[in-house]
């Protein structure tokens, strides 16, 4: 009987518990999808790879090497599921890993699967999934999401959900990037202007992260709690990654689940 394997690869973060707290639940919605295949984790994180080795001795490998232990191990049907959240760089840089590696092992039969924003339906199936992440809000308050932004153009995921997120019936919600377009101070600008007192803030990243921790709710100047306090708001920081939200988790289980249509 053929040996098969599903790789699920995430950025990953360096924070042992929020492993635990946000890529596991998402690990285990994949591994469900996929019952009767072998599961297996990478990241694709260097720094945090290295990280987590060092300080951890926790030791994950990076998609090219687990894919050549796979096939050394010999899995000959091999799922990689990205837990990204857009087709951005990081997507791509892992679909051109397992292009070179279905190139080099033609007995390999393998499939990568879609990232959460991929396909025009995801958009609206993203933004129902997000009603029970955050908070509802009242007349004069706003959820603020942390997105991570790109210089790729997969960045223009960021404002076609933000016109779905707009039609929700009982949040306000806006999305800023960190690196990238929509920023901070444009949505700042949109919350005057609507006399938002009131923003719960909160990532909208898989994990609660260095960026959740440091440029969300950090106490440098430069960071979005700090910011938004000076320019006169109320921010309510909610440091909880996607991976916490049963109902965002089982966007990923439909993911996995695809790979076999």
Known sequence: MEKK???????GTSYKEVIESCIVPVEKAIAGALC???FYRAFTSGMITKKLSEKEHIFIDRPPEALKKLYEAGYRDIIVQPTHILAGAEYHALKAQTEDFAREH???????????????EDYARVADALQTYMPKTGEDEMVLLMGHGS???????????????????????????????????????TMKEKHI?????????????????????????DSWKMQLL????????????????PDFVEIYREKAAKNLL
């Open 36 to 38: 009767g295949w072998d």
């Open 230 to 245: 000076r320019a006169g708001f109320e921010p309510e920081i909610i440091l909880k990654g996607l991976g916490e939200s």
């Open 151 to 189: 210089e790729h153009f997969s960045n223009a995921a960021y404002f076609a959900l933000q016109h779905y997120l707009d039609e929700l019936p009982a949040q306000a919600v806006c999305i800023a990037n960190v690196e990238a377009p929509p920023l901070l101070e444009t949505v700042m600008k």
């Open 106 to 120: 033609g007995d390999v039969r393998l499939r990568l699967g879609q990232p959460v924003l991929f396909e025009n």
């Open 5 to 11: 394997a599903v790789l699920a690869v995430s950025f």
């Open 197 to 221: 007192k009131k923003v719960y803030v909160m990532p909208f990243m898989l994990v609660a992260g260095d960026h959740a921790k440091n440029d969300m709710a950090g106490d440098d100047e």
